[in-house]
């Protein structure tokens, strides 16, 4: 089987959902740029990842996030505000 990814073929490949998915749908950010991104500090996202919250791509030493799962992330942690009495 031939596939062929940001113009490069692939053979053997096996067929993947995340193939069809655009490049900048799957945009991978810094930690520092997260951080900007929340208004949370640095140290925060840091806990968070090593106590299993927050998602994360971890590619060599560095921690990436990619924005879709931040983004589903973030809706899942968003509280509804009861209606005022």
């Known amino acids: 089987m031939n596939l062929v990814r ?3 073929q692939m053979s053997g490949a096996i067929s993947s959902p995340l ?6 749908a799957r945009r991978l950010i810094s930690i520092v740029e997260l951080s900007a991104l929340w208004s949370v500090p640095k140290a925060t996202l ?10 994360y791509v971890k590619l060599g030493r560095s921690l990436r ?9 973030r809706e899942q942690s968003t509280i ?3 209606g005022k009495r």
């Open 6 to 8: 940001r113009g490069v």
């Open 46 to 55: 840091y806990n968070w990842v090593n106590q299993g919250r927050l998602p």
């Open 19 to 24: 193939l069809s998915i655009e490049p900048a």
């Open 80 to 82: 509804a505000v009861a």
């Open 65 to 73: 996030f990619d924005l879709v799962q931040i983004e589903q992330f």
